[in-house]
């Protein structure tokens, strides 16, 4: 309503485009339906009195019209806007339902992004990935990347850090793609980016270049450094690259993802992961690491380590227990002994008693006094 009352001159203009300099993806696509709604009027009155108090409004009201024509006719203005304004409307025009109105504007945008600058340029980037995923936005993503590409790296590098992940992402793929990306700053994206997509992005592309190069230092460091999915990137590759052993250390992890990688290194050095996990869980203070520990046998030992853990139902730990009832139900473990459990006082390890018995109705019957779970 703000917008159409400043473009007709009933509210100052300047105030409504500050709004709209700051305006995110939803708000330009949320904008665009809205015009299009009965609620919200343009007043013809206006225009053929020459009221229109702001050239750049009208043809953004223009360019979200019901009428295709007045679409068509008003991607000249979209196009020409002063700072790119409008430029996520002529985005939008370009997954347009009309032929004439998509076509027109995709000529134009690819012209205009040509010569935008960096703000406008990521406005348009935001609106472009937004759509990306539509039936016609294809080419919008298409041509926001192409003008990224050919961006200056100051350009490319303000690209990476904003909120929206979308453009973040997409500008991540390009300077990896670019080759003009040094080695120290993905390294330091791979350890530090604060989005876990990009920095994996980061996380692949040095390890491929450290196997390429048979680089191990750089696969350890990011092994000891790197979030999670970032370590079993570089474990994975570590293995490949004969330092099987590696997986030792990491049998214990939190992660399951971790566990079954650093398993499958243990293997091909032709150690069991199950006899190592056995020969933890007998020490005398396994605490800190017995939930992994406990999880780990559970993943790859045999009905004869049901003993072993059996007396982990006990653990002072809540989760240590609840991880355990999962273990021993894995292993084939007395069922009658996992039913016991859901007298525990502590609600995560009912929960787990609950899920792992899930297909034995009448064993938690029997244990609660005839309650179903």
């Not at 979209?78 to 009309?98: I, M, N």
């Not at 048979?214 to 370590?231: M, Q, W």
């Not at 002072?316 to 355990?324: G, I, L, M, Q, W």
């Amino acid at each position: 309503m703000r917008v159409t009352a400043a473009a007709a001159g009933r509210e100052p203009a300047d105030e409504v485009l500050a709004m709209l300099s700051v305006a995110g993806a939803k708000t330009w696509i949320g904008l665009d339906r809205a015009l299009r709604t009965p609620a919200v009027t343009y007043g013809e009155n206006a225009t053929k009195t020459g009221l229109l108090a702001d050239e750049g409004l009208s043809s953004l009201v223009a360019g979200c019209s019901r009428d295709g024509r007045r679409r068509e006719s008003a991607v000249a203005g979209l196009a020409t806007a002063a700072d790119g304004l409008l430029l996520p409307v002529l985005v939008l025009r370009t997954a347009d339902w009309v032929p004439q109105v998509r076509e027109r504007a995709r000529r134009s945008l690819t012209a205009v992004l040509r010569s935008a600058d960096a703000s406008a340029l990521l406005a348009a980037a935001s609106v472009a990935v937004a759509i990306g995923s539509w039936a016609r936005g294809g080419h919008a993503v298409e041509a926001v990347a192409g003008a990224l590409r050919a961006a200056s790296d100051g350009v490319l590098a303000s690209a990476r850090t904003p909120q929206d992940l979308g453009v973040r992402r997409l500008a991540y793929r390009l300077w990896l793609e670019s080759g003009r990306s040094r080695h120290e700053e993905i390294m330091r994206a791979a350890l530090s980016e604060q989005d876990w997509v990009c920095r994996l992005l980061c996380a692949e592309w040095l390890v491929a270049g450290a196997v390429r190069d048979r680089r191990v230092d750089v696969l350890e460091g990011l092994l000891t450094e790197g979030s999670a999915k970032v370590g079993i990137e570089a474990l994975t590759a570590l293995v490949k690259l004969g330092r099987p052993e590696t997986g030792v250390a990491h049998l214990a992890d939190r992660l399951g993802m971790m566990r079954a990688t650093a398993q499958w290194g243990v293997r091909r050095t032709g150690r069991s992961p199950a006899a190592i996990y056995r020969s933890a869980l007998a020490a005398d203070s396994p605490m800190g690491r017995a939930r992994a520990l406990v999880a780990g046998l559970g993943e790859c030992g045999t009905h004869q380590d049901v003993d072993v853990l059996l007396p982990f139902l006990e653990h002072p730990s809540p989760r240590v227990r609840a991880e355990t009832v999962r273990a021993v139900r894995r292993l084939g473990g007395p069922l009658s002994r996992i039913a016991g459990m859901l007298a525990d006082p502590a609600p995560v390890v009912v929960r787990a008693v609950k899920q792992a018995l899930r297909s034995e109705p009448d064993i938690v019957r029997g244990h609660t006094g005839g309650e179903g779970a």
